[in-house]
């Protein structure tokens, strides 16, 4: 590829090149990968760039760096293999659209006598977090997230406007045991209609999420994460 140093984006295209390597099969965990200078020429980019890639994945767990020797695969416990699944982040790349989180509530929540958070007891304290996904100045999706607090308290803060999925799963120690997931197609509601700037004629998706993990009593995580149709595509629809 021709080189575009000053891409803001470039740097991803470096990343994902390297997890590619990885998914691969042919570097497993703890082997050395290829050296900075072997990225920047088989890539056509510059330093900056490799290191910038490099450095976001050393922060995501998934390579570490010995002094003096180089960049190696780190081992990730097997139940990462569900981020894929898991992560909306993911979601919105898979059909191409970079996206950054706005953070619109952080704070304690109780529990509705009537709702959608049924599986816990009315009154009961959790944590909620809301998040807008943008796109530079367009909305893309409104999530609400609710953690029991014991959850939430494990979670990285500096980091809550990244990946969640990934920092569930790098920092809670206790594997997840299950995950029950809705899909649904419906009508927006007034304030969907006001926060996607779409008309009533177009549909919006809602996927409905409820975590478990072992050792841990019950439902430990809710998530409702609201898109507009378009945003998808309609052969998403059926």
């Not at 993911?90 to 706005?102: I, R, T, Y």
């Not at 304290?125 to 996904?133: A, F, S």
């Not at 509601?189 to 004629?201: N, P, V």
Request: net charge negative; hydrophobic share 40%; aromatic share 10%.
């Amino acid at each position: 590829m021709a080189k575009r140093e000053n891409a803001p984006t470039l740097y991803i295209y470096v990343k994902e090149y390297i997890m590619k390597l990885i998914i691969s099969g042919n570097y497993p965990a703890h082997s050395q990968l290829p050296t900075e200078y072997e990225l920047m020429e088989t890539l056509d980019v510059g330093r900056a760039t490799v290191r910038a890639a490099l450095a976001q994945l050393e922060n995501e767990g998934t390579i570490y760096k010995r002094q003096g020797v180089g960049t190696f695969v780190s081992e990730r416990s097997k139940h990462y293999g569900l981020e894929p699944l898991l992560s909306l982040n993911f979601m919105l790349k898979h059909v191409g659209m970079q996206n950054n989180n706005e953070i619109a509530e952080n704070g304690d929540f109780i529990v509705p006598a009537d709702g959608f958070l049924d599986r816990w007891e009315p009154g009961k304290k959790v944590h909620r977090l809301v998040r807008i996904r943008k796109s530079e100045n367009t909305v893309l999706g409104y999530e609400d997230n609710y953690y029991l607090p014991e959850i939430f308290e494990k979670l990285d803060e500096n980091t809550l406007s990244e990946s969640l999925a990934h920092n569930l799963l790098t920092n809670v120690e206790n594997p997840i045991c299950k995950f029950e997931q809705t899909v649904l197609v419906r009508d927006p509601s007034e304030k969907e209609l006001a926060l996607f700037e779409i008309d009533s004629t177009e549909k919006v998706v809602e996927l409905q999420r409820w975590m478990y993990f072992e050792g841990i009593p019950g439902a430990a995580n809710f998530v409702s994460f609201v898109i507009p149709s378009h945003i998808l595509e309609f052969p998403f629809l059926g």
